[in-house]
T-cell receptor, first 115, second 113 residues
C-alpha cells in the first residue's frame, strides 16, 4: 500500500540554524500539508500546498517557514532560523482531491529538537 | 472558530473491556469527522471516518457515529485488545479554507493483559 515517507526521523539542531524536513507524498496525490505537534499538545495545521502554491497557512507559519516541491516527488518544509519553540514532531500529509471528505494520509513524522 | 474536544487520558482498561472515547466538535457547516490512531513510534493512521450526519464509520471493531444533534463523534469498541494500546485523535475537516484538519488533543489508551 502506498505511504507517505519522511526524512529524517529525528533532527537535532542548534538555535538559529536552518533545517529542511523532507517528505515524499503518495505519488498520485495533489494536495500536500504540514502539521506539527509540540510535545503534549494538539496536532496543529501549518500549511497546505496545491499546484505549486501555498493554498492556506496558519498564523504559526510565519516568514521563517517556507515550503517547496522541488521535483515531482519531494515536498519540503524549511525553517530558516530555528527557535527553541520550534521543537516538535512535524507531520507531512497528502490527499487526492483536498475535499471535505477526502482522507489525508500522514507520514511517520520528523522529530525536531532545537538546542 | 472550529474546534474538537476529546476526553482527557490516559485511559487504562483490561483486555476485553468496552471502550468509549468521547469527542465533541464545534463547527460551522457540515464537516467530515475522522478518528486517527498513532501507535508507538509511528505516524497517524486513519482509523475511520464519517462524512455526514448519522453516518457510522467502522474499522477493526471500532465504530463512531456522526451525531449532528449532539455534535459528537464518540469512538467505541466492544472488546479491546492489548494491541489497541495507542493514542487516538479525533479530527474534523475545516470547511473555512482548504479543508485542513483540526485535531483534538489525543487520548492515550493503555490496555492491560
Amino acid at each position: 500500500e502506498p505511504e507517505v515517507t519522511q526524512t529524517p526521523s529525528h533532527q537535532v539542531t542548534q538555535m538559529g540554524q536552518e533545517v529542511i524536513l523532507r517528505c515524499v507524498p503518495i505519488s498520485n496525490h495533489l494536495y500536500f500539508y504540514w502539521y506539527r505537534q509540540i510535545l503534549g499538545q494538539k496536532v496543529e495545521f501549518l500549511v497546505s500546498f496545491y499546484n505549486n502554491e501555498i493554498s492556506e497557512k496558519s498564523e504559526i507559519f510565519d516568514d521563517q517557514f517556507s515550503v517547496e516541491r522541488p521535483d515531482g516527488s519531494n515536498f519540503t518544509l524549511k525553517i530558516r532560523s530555528t527557535k527553541l519553540e520550534d521543537s516538535a514532531m512535524y507531520f507531512c500529509a497528502s490527499s487526492t482531491s483536498g475535499g471535505k471528505s477526502d482522507t489525508q494520509y500522514f507520514g511517520p513524522g520528523t522529530r525536531l529538537t532545537v538546542l | 472558530g472550529n474546534s474538537v474536544t476529546q476526553m482527557e487520558g490516559p485511559v487504562t482498561l483490561s483486555e476485553e473491556a468496552f471502550l468509549t472515547i468521547n469527542c465533541t466538535y464545534t463547527a460551522t457547516g457540515y464537516p467530515s469527522l475522522f478518528w486517527y490512531v498513532q501507535y508507538p513510534g509511528e505516524g497517524l493512521q486513519l482509523l475511520l471516518k464519517a462524512t455526514k450526519a448519522d453516518d457510522k464509520g467502522s474499522n477493526k471493531g471500532f465504530e463512531a457515529t456522526y451525531r449532528k444533534e449532539t455534535t459528537s463523534f464518540h469512538l467505541e469498541k466492544g472488546s479491546v485488545q492489548v494491541s489497541d494500546s495507542a493514542v487516538y485523535f479525533c479530527a474534523l475537516s475545516d470547511s473555512s479554507g482548504t479543508y485542513k484538519y483540526i485535531f483534538g488533543t489525543g487520548t492515550r489508551l493503555k490496555v492491560l493483559a
